[in-house]
């Protein structure tokens, strides 16, 4: 008895599977084909994949379920590049750098209509973005740990501020990919993973600590003086 109700649970489980999967390349061909993400009505989902609304929301909460879930498989897999590297293991860590950006921009080209819907989303839904924003801030934390291990490994100078550095690197860097996807062709994505990649490496980690205060944030320049008539 407990191996048929087994087999009717694993049943039911791949069933249940397969419609997710069905809800979530419906709602992905429509936004392949064009459509607005706001303007895509729950009805039009069903009518393309073909469920009931009963079935639709016994998988997803709303629209904005689907559109987390679809970028929640992009957001593990950038996680686990970035998880990937050691900035201790002898390797050029800019070089390192660069391909990895490579990689980032290929994923995200690959996937810019469900990311720029995200984006549009996050906007005026507090779901979204709640999602957006911790997918950022689950980086930012990634990023900061290896800058404080390599701070305390004496790599990275102490005067960085690693809270600050993190954070610009890493949301200033979403940014920036996400503005170069949108105007470059990616005849100029190797050229563009170069430069995010010295920024990163000799900007944060391997930024020559201050002359004047090796253990500190160096102190601002005076302001010149003005002059007077």
């Known amino acids: 008895m407990r191996s048929v109700t087994r087999r009717q649970a694993a049943h039911h489980d791949k ?11 419906a709602v992905e061909r ?3 084909n064009g459509e607005s993400f706001t303007e895509i009505s729950v009805q039009r989902i069903l009518e393309e994949a ?8 016994a998988h997803f ?3 904005s379920d689907i559109l987390a879930r679809l970028a929640e498989n992009l957001r593990t897999g950038l996680l686990a590049l970035a998880r990937q590297w050691d900035p201790g293991a002898g390797e050029d860590g800019a070089e390192r750098y660069a391909r990895f950006f490579e990689e980032v921009i290929t994923i995200h080209r690959a ?6 819907a995200v984006r549009e989303v996050a906007s005026y839904d507090p779901a979204v973005r709640n999602f957006y924003t911790a997918d950022l801030e689950e980086f930012d934390e990634a990023v900061l740990r290896t800058l404080v291990a390599e701070q305390e490994a004496g790599t990275t100078p102490s005067d960085l501020d690693a809270v600050a550095a993190s954070r610009i690197i890493v949301w200033g860097g979403s940014q920036a990919i996400a503005r170069h996807i949108s105007v470059d062709d990616g005849s100029g ?7 995010l990649g010295q920024i990163w490496w000799y900007g944060a980690y391997r930024r020559p600590a201050s002359a004047t205060h090796p253990g500190g944030p160096a102190e601002p320049e005076p302001r010149p003086k003005e002059r007077t008539t």
Request: aromatic share 8%; no cysteine.
């Open 50 to 57: 073909g469920v009931s609304r009963a079935t639709f929301y």
């Open 15 to 25: 069933r249940s599977a397969a419609t997710e999967a069905q809800l979530l390349s």
């Open 189 to 195: 994505d190797a050229a563009f993973a170069r430069e």
């Open 30 to 32: 429509l936004l392949n």
């Open 61 to 63: 909460q709303g629209k």
């Open 111 to 116: 996937n810019r209509i469900v990311l720029s």
